[in-house]
């Protein structure tokens, strides 16, 4: 039976204690739980919405460096930033986020940090103060895909007040 398993590659569980076996079971359900977020951690789009402070401009083109402060949600690294007011375009990706000079992973509601937001070569002729400014307020790229990674695989790591940002967002992008 072991060995039609290993063939089938179904996972046996042995343990002559029935509390090491659950514990057994349940490390492995960690772990694939762990596998699945790492294979969709590029999917999960985390909602954001950012004020961009116009004193703190400090290279108007690829790559954008600016000072901001999240009005709404989570940013992280990775995170594709769009302007809704301006037929949605994407200025980029976050590439880095700075808080007190030190590089950080995840910024919150309430944050002032400084945001480099790397360019594609498509979106290379993008430069702030001809498609946007800080007047306009910058917004994570939310798809339905991504909702759905969030709901599936990152719950955790949503807040109640993130859960809300993502309906107001939905309406935004038509989702």
Not at 46 to 59: A, C, G, T
Request: charged share 25%.
């Amino acid at each position: 039976a072991i060995k039609q398993a290993k063939e089938d590659d179904v996972q046996v569980f042995t343990a002559d204690i029935i509390y090491h076996l659950f514990d057994k079971f349940t490390d492995y359900m960690k772990k694939v739980e762990e596998s699945k977020k790492t294979e969709t951690r590029a999917q999960a789009v985390f909602p954001v919405i950012l004020q961009i402070d116009k004193q703190y401009v400090f290279h108007k083109s690829d790559p954008f460096v600016f000072g901001c402060n999240v009005v709404s949600g989570q940013l992280r690294i990775g995170t594709p930033i769009c302007v809704p007011e301006k037929d949605n375009i994407t200025i980029g990706h976050v590439g880095g986020i700075e808080k007190d000079h030190k590089p950080i992973q995840v910024a919150r509601r309430g944050d002032t940090v400084c945001v480099k937001v790397e360019q594609n070569t498509a979106q290379t002729h993008i430069t702030y103060g001809r498609h946007f400014d800080h007047t306009n307020q910058l917004y994570s790229l939310i798809t339905r895909q991504s909702i759905d990674t969030l709901k599936e695989h990152f719950k955790d790591e949503m807040q109640k007040a993130d859960w809300e940002l993502i309906i107001a967002m939905k309406k935004v992008f038509n989702i």
